[in-house]
């Protein structure tokens, strides 16, 4: 196992890249920690099988270097880098069994033939396979054929890092919910650096204890998910994460308040240096809360009902605004919004503001 760290890192896909826009990824510097468990989420294009394949050695960087533990990998060859990774798609041997998929990492390593028994046949009740060790894999499902590869990235205990590219693509919804709980079972058994790319926020809030968001190239975010719910550190994470994301309200600030555009105020509950670019406060829908005194005017478009609770989705100071409203809470016809001051973030150019004093973690 390692500590994987990213120096200085970028890449183009272009030969002569000319500007930041050429990149997949803009420079970063990033470590990801010995023994954690990492979901790397961000929407398409962002760079994220991009990450994972500099990490993996597939492709190597146009700038920095990737460093596991004190050594310098970079021009490390895949193999030499004793990585696991598990791709969106199956990658199996379809003329042979699914023991023989399962047992290949393990031969090919020289291992001992009791232990690769013992391993494939606890890596088979892992992934729900047991009873089919002895079938061949050509004709099997895609279904059981990417859980044959997963078990395949899971069965080498020695493995420095393992990769997961959106391994539960072609899984089937119920299956998804337990291989992920396997996954978390696998990563407390044996403490494996692991990094799981999905774009499925649920995926990768119930299976890491980091979260890293990407967007645009960049890591604009590493936090655990009530990190990334409470105080998104870009804009981009409070509107990807939750349902439905963050509300923001262009604004400029005076002292410990917000000045909508619509000329109200906003109690922000601490002071704020005045930030240049445009500014904006941002509220989770759960944050905001009906009131008929006091607070913010507020134009109800509709009320969905969303399960235990209703999401009325309206305006406020001409802007898009989503509520979360208690079950059995009325939404009376002069309502109007309030939002907890604490529970409000700012940002400029869409990067959080801390207020003055904030102790950084
Ligand atoms: N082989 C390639 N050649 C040229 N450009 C590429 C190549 N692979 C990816 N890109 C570009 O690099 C950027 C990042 O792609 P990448 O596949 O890393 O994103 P991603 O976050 O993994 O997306 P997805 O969730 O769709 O898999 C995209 O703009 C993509 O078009």
Same mark, same amino acid.
């Given at each position: 196992m390692a500590r994987i760290t990213l120096q200085n890192l970028a890449h183009s896909y272009l030969p002569q890249p000319s500007s930041e826009d050429d990149y997949a990824l803009k420079q970063m510097d990033h470590v990801w920690e010995d023994g954690g468990a990492y979901a790397l989420l961000g929407s398409s294009g962002c760079g994220k099988t991009t990450l994972l394949n500099i990490i993996s +050695?597939?492709? /190597?960087?146009?700038? +920095? /270097?990737?460093?596991? =533990?004190?050594?310098?990998?970079? =021009?490390?060859?895949?193999?030499? /880098?004793?990585?696991?990774?598990?791709?969106?798609f199956p990658v199996v041997y379809d003329t042979m069994t699914v023991r023989d998929n399962l047992a290949f990492p393990l031969r090919n390593r020289g291992m001992a033939a009791d232990y690769i028994a013992a391993r494939v046949q606890h890596v088979a009740e892992m992934i729900g396979m047991e009873s089919m060790l002895s079938r061949r894999a050509q004709g099997l499902t895609a279904d059981a054929k990417q859980k044959i590869s997963l078990g395949r990235g899971m069965v080498r205990e020695d493995v420095n890092a393992i990769l997961f590219d959106e391994p539960l693509t072609v899984i089937d919804p119920h299956m998804k919910w337990e291989l992920r709980t396997q996954l978390k079972q696998l990563h407390r058994e044996f403490g494996h650096t692991m990094i799981y790319v999905t774009h499925d926020q649920t995926e990768a809030l119930t299976f890491a204890?980091?979260?890293?968001?990407?967007?645009? +190239?960049?890591?604009?975010q590493m936090g655990t998910p009530q990190d990334l719910f409470e105080t998104p550190a870009h804009s981009f994470v409070g509107y990807f994460i939750g349902s439905p994301g963050m509300n923001f309200l262009d604004a400029r600030i005076e002292g410990a308040e917000a000045v909508l555009t619509n000329g109200e105020r906003v109690p922000l509950g601490a002071d704020y240096p005045v930030p240049p670019g445009r500014v904006q406060i941002g509220i989770r829908p759960e944050y905001a809360r009906l009131t008929t005194t006091g607070g913010l005017a507020l134009r109800v478009h509709r009320v969905e009902d969303a399960g235990r609770h209703r999401l009325l989705r309206g305006e406020v100071a001409g802007a898009p605004f989503n509520i979360v409203v208690p079950e059995g809470q009325p939404v009376p016809a002069d309502v109007r919004v309030a939002f907890l001051p604490e529970r409000i973030n700012l940002y400029a150019d869409d990067w959080r503001v801390a207020p003055v004093g904030e102790r950084v973690a």
């Amino acid at each position: 196992m390692a500590r994987i760290t990213l120096q200085n890192l970028a890449h183009s896909y272009l030969p002569q890249p000319s500007s930041e826009d050429d990149y997949a990824l803009k420079q970063m510097d990033h470590v990801w920690e010995d023994g954690g468990a990492y979901a790397l989420l961000g929407s398409s294009g962002c760079g994220k099988t991009t990450l994972l394949n500099i990490i993996s +050695g597939l492709l /190597r960087p146009s700038q +920095g /270097r990737v460093l596991f =533990d004190d050594r310098d990998v970079t =021009d490390a060859a895949t193999a030499e /880098r004793n990585i696991a990774q598990v791709f969106q798609f199956p990658v199996v041997y379809d003329t042979m069994t699914v023991r023989d998929n399962l047992a290949f990492p393990l031969r090919n390593r020289g291992m001992a033939a009791d232990y690769i028994a013992a391993r494939v046949q606890h890596v088979a009740e892992m992934i729900g396979m047991e009873s089919m060790l002895s079938r061949r894999a050509q004709g099997l499902t895609a279904d059981a054929k990417q859980k044959i590869s997963l078990g395949r990235g899971m069965v080498r205990e020695d493995v420095n890092a393992i990769l997961f590219d959106e391994p539960l693509t072609v899984i089937d919804p119920h299956m998804k919910w337990e291989l992920r709980t396997q996954l978390k079972q696998l990563h407390r058994e044996f403490g494996h650096t692991m990094i799981y790319v999905t774009h499925d926020q649920t995926e990768a809030l119930t299976f890491a204890d980091k979260v890293v968001v990407m967007y645009d +190239g960049r890591v604009v975010q590493m936090g655990t998910p009530q990190d990334l719910f409470e105080t998104p550190a870009h804009s981009f994470v409070g509107y990807f994460i939750g349902s439905p994301g963050m509300n923001f309200l262009d604004a400029r600030i005076e002292g410990a308040e917000a000045v909508l555009t619509n000329g109200e105020r906003v109690p922000l509950g601490a002071d704020y240096p005045v930030p240049p670019g445009r500014v904006q406060i941002g509220i989770r829908p759960e944050y905001a809360r009906l009131t008929t005194t006091g607070g913010l005017a507020l134009r109800v478009h509709r009320v969905e009902d969303a399960g235990r609770h209703r999401l009325l989705r309206g305006e406020v100071a001409g802007a898009p605004f989503n509520i979360v409203v208690p079950e059995g809470q009325p939404v009376p016809a002069d309502v109007r919004v309030a939002f907890l001051p604490e529970r409000i973030n700012l940002y400029a150019d869409d990067w959080r503001v801390a207020p003055v004093g904030e102790r950084v973690a």
